[in-house]
């Protein structure tokens, strides 16, 4: 286990791992972002990158195949883009769309493009598109009334190879019942999930026709603020949706092909504390709860479709 003491002057509010594994980086309401190197249990800080006028709720890494690029998110109203060339940092772009915090940024799956979903406490979800020519695209619109907390993209749902244009554009291939190759653009099947002040978990998925994102469904269930949702990677026939919320409970949430989506609470009695943070392991089948009672909870799913207790962690 790698520790860092003192690594922020105030609370860390967010810690990520990039893809390899090799890289963390960690965000605070000290306003900095500061980037480490890991090797086995030994740790060296490489940067710390200032630019925010506020606390950085949270970053994200981008696929590696754009670059070693991070997005951060503040109670600036900002989300920050930086990049690494031959180890020096630079902030190359400023989202600035939002009028009040941004509380959630997240890298769509590389499939997508380069799409950074924010979510903000103004009522709106905003996405940014990186073209190869550098100018980013943008779309905002209102996803919860008072504010919205959290967001996260769902997993390609378009089954198939990937192929890659000559034009950069990613498409899914499947192949119809009679062997003959189907084709569909990566951009069709997009979908994220949000939550927000408004108690609601919502999904949302891009239409074409109207160049925006549709909501599909409002999922009811919870009796507080919707703190973070977390959709599962894992492409299997069932989707899996992790919601955490004010009210001290996590509710999965699952959709079974194009059915109707499921609640399921994670636990029959509520957490101690408010949950703040849920996350999926990579391979999808085990979940990550933290709370204010300062422990990280582990989930799986048993055979009988029930929720067990995978471990605590309370250092």
């Known amino acids: 286990m790698v520790s860092i003491g003192n690594a922020h002057n105030d609370l860390i509010h967010d810690a990520v791992l990039d893809y390899y594994g090799k890289r963390l980086?960690?965000?605070s309401s000290d306003k900095t972002i500061k980037i480490f190197e890991i090797d086995g249990e030994t740790q060296r800080l490489i940067d710390t990158l200032r630019g925010h006028d506020g606390p950085v709720w949270q970053v994200s890494w981008a696929h590696p195949k754009f670059g070693v690029i991070l997005a951060s998110a503040s109670y600036d109203?900002?989300?920050?883009?930086?990049?690494?060339?031959?180890?020096?940092?630079?902030?190359?772009?400023?989202?600035?769309?939002?009028?009040?915090?941004?509380?959630?940024?997240?890298?769509?799956?590389?499939?997508?493009?380069?799409?950074?979903?924010c979510a903000s406490s103004d009522g709106k979800v905003s996405i940014v598109e990186f073209k190869d020519d550098g100018?980013?695209?943008?779309?905002?619109f209102p996803a919860h009334a008072v504010g919205v907390n959290a967001a996260s993209w769902a997993p390609p749902s378009v089954s198939g190879s990937i192929i890659q244009t000559g034009a950069g554009a990613t498409i899914n291939a499947a192949t119809d019942g009679n062997g003959s190759s189907t084709t569909s653009t990566a951009q069709e099947?997009?979908?994220f999930a949000s939550g927000g002040c408004d108690n609601l978990v919502k999904i949302w998925k891009f239409d074409s026709s109207v160049g925006s994102y549709?909501?599909?469904?409002?999922?009811?269930?919870?009796?507080?603020?919707?703190?973070?949702?977390?959709?599962?990677?894992?492409?299997?026939?069932?989707?899996?949706?992790?919601?955490?919320?004010?009210?001290?409970?996590?509710?999965?949430?699952?959709?079974?092909?194009?059915g109707p989506w499921k609640k399921n609470l994670l636990k029959s009695d509520k957490f101690p504390d408010v949950v703040w943070r849920v996350s999926w392991s990579l391979s999808g089948n085990i979940l990550a709860v933290s709370g204010g009672d300062n422990k990280v909870t582990l989930w799986k799913e048993n055979l009988n479709g029930e929720w067990e207790s995978a471990g605590v962690i309370d250092e």
């Open 214 to 258: 549709v909501e599909e469904v409002a999922l009811e269930g919870h009796t507080d603020w919707v703190r973070d949702v977390a959709w599962s990677p894992s492409v299997l026939s069932k989707s899996y949706i992790a919601s955490a919320s004010q009210d001290k409970t996590v509710i999965i949430w699952t959709q079974e092909g194009s």
């Open 77 to 117: 109203g900002k989300a920050f883009i930086w990049r690494e060339d031959n180890g020096q940092w630079s902030n190359i772009a400023q989202h600035a769309v939002h009028q009040a915090s941004v509380n959630s940024v997240s890298w769509a799956p590389q499939e997508y493009g380069a799409l950074l979903l």
């Open 189 to 191: 099947t997009r979908r």
């Open 135 to 140: 100018k980013p695209d943008s779309i905002s």
């Open 25 to 27: 980086a960690t965000c």
